[in-house]
């Protein structure tokens, strides 16, 4: 059964950094884009940064609300996906979610982890 293990959550005060883990088990690390998702309580789901499958070359994409403060990256060797969370604010509380979804010939399989609470607070 696929998993993708979360770690790095935690409270932290407003300017603050965290980093983020996501370790997928069972999935080939290569041809899948991963990607971090937030929710907030009462608020729907919102995409935080994904990066392309190897293979596509690993390119990145935020939303403009963490552009130039969070950063993706993955560990080939590791098989696991970073989110470094840097100048934190009370509004990127939430809970965060790995995802991974396949490319080529697993396309349409995506999958989620359980989540990690992030709270950014004085």
């Known amino acids: 059964q696929v ?4 770690s790095g959550g935690g409270l932290v005060q407003p300017g603050g950094s965290l980093r983020l883990s996501c370790a997928p088990s069972r999935i080939i690390f290569s041809i899948y884009n991963m990607g971090w998702y937030r929710q907030a309580p009462g608020k729907q789901r ?4 994904t990066i392309t499958s190897i ?8 939303a403009d609300s963490v552009k130039g403060r969070f950063t993706i990256s993955r560990d080939i060797g590791k098989n696991t996906v970073y ?5 934190l604010k009370p509004e990127d509380t939430a809970v965060y979610f790995c995802n991974a979804e396949g490319t080529t010939w697993a396309s349409g399989r995506t999958y989620w982890g359980q989540g990690t609470q992030v709270t950014v607070s004085s």
């Open 55 to 62: 293979i596509s070359g690993g390119s990145t994409n935020y």
């Open 3 to 6: 998993q993708l293990v979360e």
């Open 83 to 87: 989110l470094q969370m840097d100048s």
């Open 46 to 49: 919102e995409l935080v940064a």
